[in-house]
């Protein structure tokens, strides 16, 4: 079993930045994607980005030059910065992991959420 813990949600304003983290704990032979995807009230859940172990990210065209993705493959841990936050962006953040155990079962991952409100 593997563990993801979110960490740095909250209120900003329209226009502000905040940075999200995620830490994978457990069972990890290899990871082999992490990302955030995102769900507001009455929304489905929609992929804001992802990583690769190779370092290539991919962004969904609303966050694209806003949002950057980043990955610590030492720590497990994948980071999302957010700028130039807009209240469009409020909605509740998952961690997504795909994750290869030690068992050699490939598996995926979400986190618990974190909340991000852009407000004024």
Do not use: H
């Not at 950057?68 to 957010?82: E, F, G, M, P």
């Amino acid at each position: 079993q593997v563990e993801l813990v979110e960490s740095g949600g909250g209120l900003v304003q329209p226009g502000g930045s905040l940075r999200l983290s995620c830490a994978a704990s457990g069972n990890i032979f290899r990871i082999n994607s992490m990302g955030w995807y995102r769900q507001a009230p009455g929304k489905e859940r929609e992929m804001v980005a992802v990583i690769i172990s190779g370092g290539d990210a991919n962004y969904a065209d609303s966050v694209k030059g806003r949002f950057t993705i980043s990955r610590d493959n030492a720590k497990n841990t994948v980071y999302l910065q957010l700028n130039s936050l807009k209240p469009e962006d409020t909605a509740a953040y998952f961690c997504y992991s795909k994750v290869l155990g030690a068992d050699w079962v490939l598996k995926d991952y979400w986190g618990q959420g974190t909340q991000v409100t852009v407000s004024s």
